[in-house]
T-cell receptor, first 112, second 110 residues
Framework: DAGITQSPRYKITETGRQVTLMCHQTWSHSYMFWYRQDLGHGLRLIYYSAAADITDKGEVSDGYVVSRSKTENFPLTLESATRSQTSVYFC???????????FGNGTRLTVT | GENVEQHPSTLSVQEGDSAVIKCTYSDSASNYFPWYKQELGKRPQLIIDIRSNVGEKKDQRIAVTLNKTAKHFSLHITETQPEDSAVYFCAAIGGNQFYFGTGTSLTVIP
């Protein structure tokens, strides 16, 4: 689905650096989500947003910050990257809280 | 919050056989249960979903069943084909959050 795009696709950063992952959707979906995917853990929710200027923590939010000043954008920032944050990050959106999720192509982040 | 358990973690079947993946959930208030397929290196994509007011839903070779009393739901794939090989995730909705199972890696052997 071209309606939700993530950038960059790949990122290598060093421990302690700040890094921001971008997510943009063109459907005007109310809900947006950030997940991380690690082997053996499936998809774990980091943060979600029900609307512009409304965000809530998920199960693994420590070390991450989000903002949603506009409906279409939902950037995820790692304030001080750690090796344990090496993962594949997926952004997703949905029209309503119990509507299907549409995923972006993911960002593979490596923290050295 | 919701807790979703998924079994088995890996599944191998011969081409043409059926595959069944099972999930349980904990929150009786959950009312939406989607299934996602993820091919290697790609994003998860919705393949079928079911809501709590329905017991079964079919889409060609794929079906999902829901037992609200027992709090479990299952994905059934019939006449499996090599292109069905992927990781499958179940999910349940609790309080506007999607809770995912840990995934089932399905391999269809030609």
């Amino acid at each position: 689905d071209a309606g939700i795009t993530q950038s960059p696709r790949y990122k290598i950063t060093e421990t302690g650096r700040q890094v921001t992952l971008m997510c943009h959707q063109t459907w005007s979906h109310s809900y947006m989500f950030w997940y991380r995917q690690d082997l053996g853990h499936g998809l774990r929710l980091i943060y979600y947003s029900a609307a512009a200027d409304i965000t809530d923590k998920g199960e693994v939010s420590d070390g991450y910050v989000v903002s949603r000043s506009k409906t279409e954008n939902f950037p995820l920032t790692l304030e001080s990257a750690t090796r344990s944050q090496t993962s594949v990050y997926f952004c997703a959106s949905s029209r309503q809280g119990n509507s299907p999720l549409h995923f972006g192509n993911g960002t593979r982040l490596t923290v050295t | 919050g919701e807790n979703v358990e998924q079994h088995p973690s890996t599944l191998s079947v011969q081409e043409g056989d059926s595959a069944v993946i099972k999930c349980t959930y904990s929150d009786s208030a959950s009312n939406y249960f989607p299934w996602y397929k993820q091919e290697l290196g790609k994003r998860p994509q919705l393949i079928i979903d079911i809501r709590s007011n329905v017991g079964e839903k079919k889409d060609q070779r794929i079906a999902v069943t829901l037992n609200k009393t027992a709090k479990h739901f299952s994905l059934h794939i019939t006449e499996t084909q090599p292109e069905d090989s992927a990781v499958y995730f179940c999910a349940a909705i609790g309080g506007n959050q999607f809770y995912f199972g840990t995934g089932t890696s399905l391999t269809v052997i030609p």
